[in-house]
């Protein structure tokens, strides 16, 4: 009941906001340059990285992440593409769509949930190297995200891109069940 009540709440203030914006509320273009300035310090707090025994033949992880948001006000993550790789060579790069966006709370973190069939592009068997490092460069980053969101509904929709951030603590699991 009490959840409902806050999807309802949510749900009004989202609508409330869209049609009536607070003239408090930052611009569009200094609400860019904040969500930047905040995302480029590091969006990405830990990757992990599933491999199976499969990994050996199709060259396909499954990845998830943390997420950080230092900003004070919720961040909502549509899409995200990226090139992850160590000392300049690239071994992953993917694009996806989160079927259930990534609300990320003010200060807060969320996890990306799981994103399946990433391409090692370097090849599994090449791959295995870098894992012992336990680290990836986050060579580029776009992010479709929606700021000032409120549980993850409405928002101002931004789209940022260009973003790096080197050594993101990386675990890999190894699933050979
Ligand atoms: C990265 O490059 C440095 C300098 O070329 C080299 O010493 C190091 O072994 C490289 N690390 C990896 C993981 O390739
Ligand atoms: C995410 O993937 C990992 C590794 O494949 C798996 O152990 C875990 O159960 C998955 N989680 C969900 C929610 O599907």
Do not use: W
């Not at 959840?3 to 409330?16: G, I, V």
């Not at 006000?73 to 989160?98: A, C, P, Q, R, W």
């Amino acid at each position: 009941m009490m959840l409902l009540q806050s999807c309802l709440f949510a749900l009004l203030a989202a609508l409330l906001i869209g049609a009536s914006p607070n003239p408090a509320s930052p611009t569009p273009q200094n609400l860019l340059g904040e969500v930047i300035d905040a995302l480029g310090i590091g969006l990405v707090t830990h990757i992990d990285v599933a491999l199976t025994l499969d990994t050996l033949t199709n060259n396909l992880v499954t990845v998830d992440f943390e997420a950080q948001n230092p900003l004070a006000f919720e961040l909502t993550i549509d899409s995200v593409s990226t090139t992850g790789g160590l000392n300049g060579t690239v071994y992953t790069s993917f694009e996806h769509k989160f079927a259930r966006p990534v609300v990320v709370p003010p200060f807060g973190q969320a996890n990306s949930g799981n994103i399946t069939n990433v391409l090692l592009t370097q090849g599994a068997t090449a791959s295995l190297a870098i894992i012992p490092f336990g680290v990836l460069d986050l060579i580029n980053v776009d992010v479709n995200v929606r700021a000032l969101s409120i549980f993850g509904i409405g928002g101002v929709p931004l789209v940022i891109s260009g973003l790096h951030q080197a050594s993101v603590p990386t675990t890999y699991n190894l699933d050979l069940s």
